[in-house]
């Protein structure tokens, strides 16, 4: 494992495919090397993966799937995200924050805001023809979280990087 370990959020299945569907067919190929997803932490240290690990299997042992709805479209300068509102899910990161304190990097600190990327690095004038296209879509849409997904990051020549999964909890509680 060489590079840093990246904690999502896994989307119900039929909602994973809306969204990759979007992500297929607006993101730049050359670039599109993860799956639609929703970030928790960005960059949590290699070494931890055994914490992080351990951790994450406990809390999707006693967590319910956290329900979510669909926010509205988001402008992301160079791309576009849906967002995603969920006081649940929110709670699972802060609670996981909290035990990975001391851990956790600049860009994983303080309040997430949750989002799904489905284009990104791409002109402005293909971002806003988007963002018309998707205008009024995604409004309260209800769904629940499936799960927690590990990864590590592998650095890519060409620039970004691609996911080598670790591992997969799905949330189980009452």
Request: charged content about 15%; glycine content about 10%; hydrophobic content about 45%.
């Amino acid at each position: 494992m060489s590079g840093p370990l990246v904690l999502t959020a896994r989307l119900p299945a039929a909602l994973f495919g809306q969204m990759q569907g979007l992500r297929r067919a607006h993101y730049p190929p050359e670039r599109n090397h993860v799956p639609a997803h929703v970030t928790l932490f960005h960059a949590l240290p290699p070494s931890a993966l055994g914490e992080v690990h351990r951790l994450v299997a406990r809390l999707c042992t006693m967590t319910p799937p956290p329900p979510a709805q669909l926010a509205g479209v988001v402008d992301q300068g160079t791309g576009t995200a849906v967002a995603v509102h969920s006081p649940a899910l929110e709670a699972v990161h802060a609670d996981l924050a909290t035990a990975l304190h001391g851990l956790l990097g600049m860009a994983d600190q303080g309040t997430p805001r949750f989002h799904v990327t489905i284009q990104n690095k791409v002109p402005r004038s293909e971002v806003r023809a988007l963002q018309a296209a998707l205008a009024g879509r995604f409004q309260g849409e209800p769904f629940a979280f499936a799960g927690l997904d590990l990864h590590s990051l592998q650095r890519l020549p060409e620039g970004g990087g691609a996911w080598q999964t670790q591992a997969q909890w799905t949330f189980r509680g009452r």
